[in-house]
């Protein structure tokens, strides 16, 4: 389950409007707008469509671990090739020696 905080981080990220996130979770407009807001909550079959719309986009939910909760973005497929090349270079694969 998201929060209001979450949502409005993740469509931050993913570069959508809140009309946008609406069409594509199916969730009223307002509804999303009081949830970032905290000032409302949707019905958790809401809350599930909003974050299916996000996490289709490339948002990636981090649960509390203690650390807090959070979202990122999930690389895309350039982005991993990429950094799959970059961790090939300099190297025999070793453990790192950082404490």
Do not use: W
Not at 11 to 37: K, Q, W
Not at 38 to 55: F, Q, R, V
């Amino acid at each position: 389950m998201i929060n209001g905080p979450q949502c409005r981080a993740a469509r931050a990220l993913v570069e959508i409007s809140r009309l946008m996130l609406a069409r594509r979770s199916g969730v009223d407009v307002d509804t999303i707008e009081r949830f970032e807001n905290i000032a409302g909550s949707p019905k958790a079959d809401e809350i599930e469509a909003i974050k299916k719309a996000l996490e289709d986009l490339g948002a990636v939910f981090i649960a509390e671990n203690g650390a807090g909760y959070g979202v990122r973005l999930k690389f895309n497929p350039i982005e991993a090739e990429q950094i799959a090349r970059l961790e090939c270079e300099g190297g025999i694969v070793a453990h790192d020696r950082v404490p």
